[in-house]
C-alpha cells in the first residue's frame, strides 16, 4: 500500500513539475501579442512561440538580440537557474513590419497613437527592432532581474513594463539608472 502511495504521489509531482513552465511563462501584458502561429505574424518576423527559452538559438527574436544583450542575459539566465528559475523570452528583436502590427493593434485597443505609446513604439524608435529589447518572463524571472540585473547590465527601462531590458554595461559598476515612467517618457521614442 505505502507503495501505490509514493509512486501515486510521485506521478502526481511530476505531472504538477512538467505544466508549471506553460503557466509560469504567462505575464500580465497590458495587450495580448501574437504568438508565432498560423493566424499570427511569423517567427521570422519576431513573433515568439510559447515558452521560449533564452538560449534557443532556432528562433530570430532570440538570436537577432544585439549579441552583447543576449550574453548577459545569457549569464543572468545561467545565475537564476540556480535559484530555481527559468528566464522565458515573451519578446525580443522583431521586424519593423511586426512592430508596426502591434502598434496599429495596440492605437486599435487603447483608442489613441498617445495612448498606444505608452506600451508600443513605432518601428523606427523601438528597441525591439533594433534587437536592444528583451521582454522577459515570467514574472518570477521579472523580478529577479529587477533585484539582481543591474550586476549583468540589466536594467528595467520603463516603470510600466516589468518585462523589458535592456543592456546598460554601466550598471554593473554605478547601478541601473532610474525607469522612465513609460516609453512617452523616453528621450529615444521622440523622433
Not at 508549471?20 to 495580448?32: C, E, G, M, R, V
Not at 540556480?82 to 521586424?95: H, I, K, P
Not at 485597443?109 to 513605432?122: I, N
Not at 524608435?125 to 521582454?135: I, Y
Request: net charge negative.
Amino acid at each position: 500500500m505505502a507503495a501505490v502511495v509514493v509512486g501515486s504521489a510521485a506521478l502526481v509531482g511530476v505531472l504538477v513539475v512538467q505544466s508549471l513552465p506553460s503557466l509560469s511563462s504567462s505575464i500580465a501584458w497590458p495587450f495580448d501579442f501574437p504568438r508565432g502561429d498560423h493566424h499570427g505574424p511569423a517567427v521570422d518576423d519576431g513573433a515568439v512561440p510559447a515558452d521560449v527559452s533564452v538560449f534557443d538559438d532556432e528562433i530570430p527574436a532570440v538570436v537577432n538580440l544585439d549579441p552583447d544583450l543576449l550574453g548577459a542575459l545569457r549569464r543572468a539566465a545561467s545565475d537564476a537557474a540556480a535559484d530555481g528559475l527559468a528566464f522565458v523570452v515573451n519578446n525580443g528583436w522583431r521586424s519593423p513590419e511586426y512592430q508596426e502590427q502591434l502598434l496599429r493593434e495596440a492605437v486599435s485597443k487603447y483608442g489613441s497613437e498617445r495612448e498606444a505609446a505608452r506600451w508600443v513604439a513605432a518601428p523606427n524608435t523601438s528597441a525591439h527592432v533594433s534587437g536592444e529589447a528583451v521582454d522577459v518572463g515570467p514574472a518570477a524571472a521579472a523580478a529577479w532581474l529587477s533585484r539582481h540585473g543591474a550586476e549583468y547590465g540589466l536594467c528595467q527601462i520603463y516603470t510600466n513594463e516589468p518585462w523589458h531590458y535592456e543592456l546598460r554595461p554601466e550598471a554593473s559598476e554605478d547601478g541601473c539608472p532610474p525607469p522612465y515612467a513609460d516609453p512617452t517618457q523616453d528621450p529615444r521614442m521622440q523622433q
